[in-house]
């Protein structure tokens, strides 16, 4: 079955320095979002990319942070910046038509020290 | 604003015995969509199952179940013959019916089952 890769699985990163969290969708599909986590808590959605631009982007989502499709493979989240309360599990996903639900990749957890 | 609410942060139920998860939500929308998704403690999110607010019929998924109120705003998951394997967080989850909406989650129920 497809599965949406995400790397790396975890991630260790001093406060203030960048990072880029990466995610390879399923092939076919044309819909791609980022959430996160924070531990213990909901998950919250970050920002959905649709042919090639971005379609919708949370209060979360502020200037810090940046996606990119730079191959037309590869879905990228960098954050500029990362600050303490960055720490928090990412979830890239992606869907063919989003009403069918999404597939989540296995997430990768970010800890700013 | 759609928001989702799960008022049972914690369950538990015996092996083989069958549990009910709650969640309500709140929107003007007409169109939509409701999902619930399992996350292990891998923390894996896993769709387990998905109801199109048009349709009357519950969806059924084997062992998984939902009993979709729409005008009481309510979607809840019945889990038949719980298995060790469903211990889990479970979240109800909202979208607006247009494509490539974002999801909405509520808060999350940690489901136990005990042997």
């Known amino acids: 079955e497809p599965e949406v890769t995400q790397t790396p699985s975890h991630q260790v990163t001093q406060m203030g320095q960048e990072v880029i969290l990466r995610c390879v969708p399923i092939?076919?599909?044309?819909?791609f979002y980022w959430y996160r986590q924070i531990l213990g808590q909901k998950v919250e959605f970050l920002v959905s990319?649709?042919?090639?631009?971005?379609?919708?982007k949370s209060e979360i989502f502020d200037d810090q942070f940046s996606v990119e499709r730079p191959d037309g493979s590869n879905f990228t989240l960098k954050i500029r910046s990362t600050k303490l309360e960055d720490s928090a599990m990412y979830f890239c996903?992606?869907?063919?038509?989003?009403?069918?639900?999404?597939?989540f990749g296995s997430g990768t957890r970010l800890t700013v020290v | 604003a759609q928001t989702v609410t799960q008022s049972q942060p914690e369950m538990s139920v015996q092996e083989a015995e069958t549990v009910t998860l709650s969640c309500t939500y709140d929107?003007?929308?007409?169109?939509?969509?409701l999902f619930w998704y399992k996350q292990p403690p891998s923390r894996q999110m896993i769709l387990v199952i998905r109801?199109?607010?048009?349709?009357?019929q519950n969806a059924t998924e084997n062992r998984f179940s939902v009993n979709f109120q729409k005008a009481a705003k309510s979607f809840s998951l019945k889990i038949s013959d719980s298995q060790l394997g469903d211990t889990a967080m479970y979240f109800c989850?909202?979208?607006?019916?247009?494509?490539?909406?974002?999801?909405?989650f509520g808060a999350g129920t940690i489901l136990r089952v005990k042997s």
């Open positions: 989850a909202f979208m607006k019916g247009e494509y490539g909406n974002k999801l909405v």
């Open positions: 929107t003007s929308e007409n169109n939509y969509y």
């Open positions: 109801q199109e607010a048009y349709k009357q």
């Open positions: 092939s076919n599909h044309l819909y």
């Open positions: 990319f649709y042919n090639n631009e971005i379609s919708e």
């Open positions: 996903a992606s869907t063919v038509q989003g009403n069918y639900g999404y597939t």
